[in-house]
């Protein structure tokens, strides 16, 4: 009897301290979570977003293509729809370099705009971060000392981003569709005293490309904290304000080189989007 005993009280010991060591490990909190040793900011796990994956287009075939139009528009982050493009914690273009930098894609030269010449490694980081000479002077030998600084990117600088596009009917599908090719931000030049100089794009990724890592990160989501788009959503969705500033010609001009005013040259894009949507329209009309 009193072995009977002892074996149930070793059970019953046994129980408890693999009970004990189980709760240590597996702290279950009321939400149903588990704890981690560290703080986090919120009181789930976020990461089902990194599971998504990029729908694959389907597949258009030249014959099919009856009719189409590229198209140059420009989104500028300071419009309130666009709020999301320079967002703190992370803003759009430090999504693409961050891409470009885990290889995930590849960056393009601005020599022009249809992705033919791919950037190294080394000017990748030279548009990133500039390297600037400071010079001294010593005041006890009078000896002239200089420096060199890197002055790291601010992502702030860049305020607008540039989209290339092709409209065009699928027979197949009888319907207008419409598909980015390529993003390019657009950054300011200044000259050593501070004057502005000129603007132009940084560099050119391939879209097509970008997709798939566009997917994985999250855009803010201005309605539902819990329900955040991926930046691929945005696009094709098309969850942004913008405006064409050119389209293809023989002549290979902005819409700026050939209408002088600000008023002619909105006129004018508005003539360009009205088009294609009178195309699509009229294709229907018997």
């Known amino acids: 009897m009193n072995f009977k005993k002892i074996i149930s009280s070793f059970c019953c010991f046994s129980f408890l301290i693999c009970s004990s060591a189980f709760a240590q490990n597996n702290n279950v909190t009321e939400s149903g979570n588990a704890d981690q040793a560290t703080p986090r900011d919120n009181f789930y796990n976020r990461y089902l977003h990194t599971e998504k994956r990029a729908i694959e287009y389907d597949f258009i075939h030249e014959k099919d293509v009856f009719w189409e139009k590229r198209v140059w528009r420009l ?31 590849t960056l393009y030269h601005t020599m022009d705009d249809q992705f033919s010449q791919p950037m190294t490694e080394s000017e990748r980081n030279s548009i990133i971060n500039t390297i600037d000479t400071i010079c001294t002077f010593d005041p006890d030998t009078f000896e002239e000392i200089c420096m060199p600084v890197v002055n790291e990117f601010n992502p702030e600088s860049v305020k607008r981003f540039r989209l290339k596009e ?34 132009g794009p940084m560099f050119w990724a391939y879209y097509p490309e970008l997709r798939q890592s566009l997917s994985k990160v999250e855009a803010f989501n201005s309605h539902n904290d819990a ?32 209408k002088s005013s600000p008023m002619a040259i909105i006129l004018e894009a ?11 329209h009229d294709l229907w009309s018997y």
Request: net charge negative; aromatic share 12%; charged share 30%.
């Open 75 to 105: 989104i500028d982050v300071r419009e309130k729809m666009n709020h999301a493009f320079q967002n703190p914690v992370k803003p759009f273009v430090m999504v693409l370099l961050d891409a470009a930098a885990n290889g995930d894609i």
């Open 270 to 280: 508005d003539k360009i989007k009205d088009d294609i949507f009178h195309f699509e």
């Open 227 to 258: 329900a955040r788009m991926s930046w691929e959503d945005v696009f094709e969705a098309r969850l942004f304000s913008s405006y064409i500033i050119k389209e293809s010609n023989v002549y290979d001009r902005r819409l700026k080189d050939y």
């Open 166 to 199: 092709v409209y065009f009917f699928d027979e197949e599908t009888s319907k207008m569709d419409v598909r980015v090719l390529g993003v390019a931000p657009i950054i300011d030049r200044m000259d050593d005293n501070g004057n502005f100089l000129n603007s």
